[in-house]
């Protein structure tokens, strides 16, 4: 039951972060990654792209369904801020498999291959 709920509130807290930092981004106070708006096209031609109002969501956004297998539902985070994100990657590769995330490893997102930054540390000081 615990760790139910601490598992609860790490992905609330981690969704409050990501929340904070593209009101920071829209401020124009944190870097935007170059190439968002090919990651965004990306995410729009996505089988997992759930459209909530006006807003655009890889799979049900979080606050609908906060438990999930990324690879078939999706991370539920708006696709146009995550993809605004330079520190954010898609969950899925170009065949639809799960990413990988090691650390140090190169990244196999959708998002990577089609803009060539694969590697997975890459950020904004390059």
Same mark, same amino acid.
């Given at each position: ?19 904070? /930092? ?41 606050? /609908? ?16 801020? %995550?993809? /605004? ?14 990413? *990988? *995330? ?7 997102? %959708? ?16």
């Amino acid at each position: 039951m615990i760790g139910t709920c601490c598992s609860g509130f790490a992905t609330l807290s981690r969704a409050a972060a990501r929340y904070a /930092k593209a009101v920071v981004r829209r401020a124009g106070a944190a870097p935007v990654h170059p190439d968002w708006s090919t990651r965004a096209a990306i995410c729009e031609r996505c089988h997992l792209r759930v459209l909530v109002g006006s807003v655009s969501y890889c799979g049900q956004p979080l606050y /609908k369904k906060r438990h999930r297998d990324e690879t078939e539902e999706g991370c539920g985070c708006p696709t146009r801020e %995550k993809a /605004k994100a330079p520190d954010e990657h898609c969950p899925l590769t170009a065949s639809h498999n799960a990413a *990988r *995330r090691d650390e140090g490893s190169r990244c196999d997102c %959708k998002w990577c291959a089609a803009t060539g930054h694969t590697d997975r540390a890459w950020s904004m000081d390059r």
